[in-house]
């Protein structure tokens, strides 16, 4: 059974401290962090500390905690034969433990909303082939889709998943403002971010493509620069509209 | 039985002609399109026709084309007692048939993905009481979401549709690139687009905002900045960005 500390209380260290639980391969032995008051959610399950000289021993320390905070924490942990990785999209592999590594799960993580951690693509990186093999093989107890990436392969999909994930979000709540606007409820949008999420996991979204702008609809595109009073909004629809025609060239 | 004949063999024609063929409520007597080769899809299953003096008498008659020829098309029809009615979200409601109406389906339709209409909302909008209620009833033989909207709320589901489905997908695109540019198979993104989607259904995706434009954290939105070599995508980033940091304040 393999050993876990898990240093970090948000949204990453929760998720994957109820992924380990529910394997038998596995043990969380203690959950770390700085602040006392976020260990609440853990302390009937397991063992907590704020002190990072009274960590257990274990194979794993996995570091979840503000990317800017990763490097000078890990500089704090010196076991010797255990693996620290940490799980950040955009904090390079470090070098000052005797085992390092990288445990990036690519998900969006809420506290309160459960999702199925099988699903999650974990990125794997190491500073050695044994260290990575390792990570694999404990990415592999808790998610179908384990792959090992390089650094500058991790930083492209940190990039991608803005992108993918916080700008598509920051679109639906723009969407969302725009319905509320008219006293439309937002569960009206629902089946179609759905089905638009679902085709671009079908096909290409390039090649998905649909709406006024790619069917360079000049009436329509004016007339809803003329409906969005605020003048960010209208630059985000330009930009936006002009960077799929740019993509997709002339009406076709 | 309620006939139906549809004018137009586009995405949303097709999707239309398949939910109708499914119901024993209602059948679609005739496909008429102006051009003869795009009813080969139709015309083992259902008369088609490229005459509009040529059309079958019906109950309804449904208009499937592109925006910019709707008016045109219905001032050249004359049907007594059936409803005539569009399918578009940014066309006004007509008023040159003796029956009026709109039948706005809010998805994303592509001919070659099927998909399950009960769910696809359906916007209703009539120039009577009585043909309101007749479209309700049409709509409620094929889908579980129909509403009554007015002009206006149909005007601003169109827009909101264009930032929740059009937009959104482009920067699934744009993230494809950017996997593409590393060698990373975009289905690595597939999980991150489905939770992001599934997410916004289930609490609303203002409350939902992750990431660094959110947590105010220069360091990598830098870093994501000097990675972007399109002084487009620089522009899209930065602009979001932006906007993510003016709707959510201070970092907290």
Known sequence: MKRIVILGAGNVATHLFEAFAKTPETEVVQVYNHRKAALDYFRYR???????????????????????????????????????????????????AQHNGVFYPLQTFSKHIALDFSKVPLCIEADTTENEQQLMALGKTISQHVYPISTSQRKSLHLA??????????LYAIAEHICAEQQIPFDTLHALIEETAHKAQ???????QTGPAKRHDQQTIDAHLEQLTSAELKEIYKLLTQSIQNKHGQNI
């Open 46 to 96: 397991v063992d907590t500390t704020c002190n990072l000289k009274a960590l257990k021993s274990a194979d794993f320390y996995l570091i979840a905690i503000k990317d800017d905070r990763v490097e000078a924490l890990i500089k704090r942990l010196s076991p010797a034969t255990a693996i620290v990785a940490h799980t950040s999209g955009s904090v390079p592999l470090q070098n000052s």
């Open 161 to 170: 998943a803005v992108f993918a994930c916080n700008f598509t979000n920051h």
């Open 202 to 208: 079908k096909n290409s979204p390039a090649k998905n």
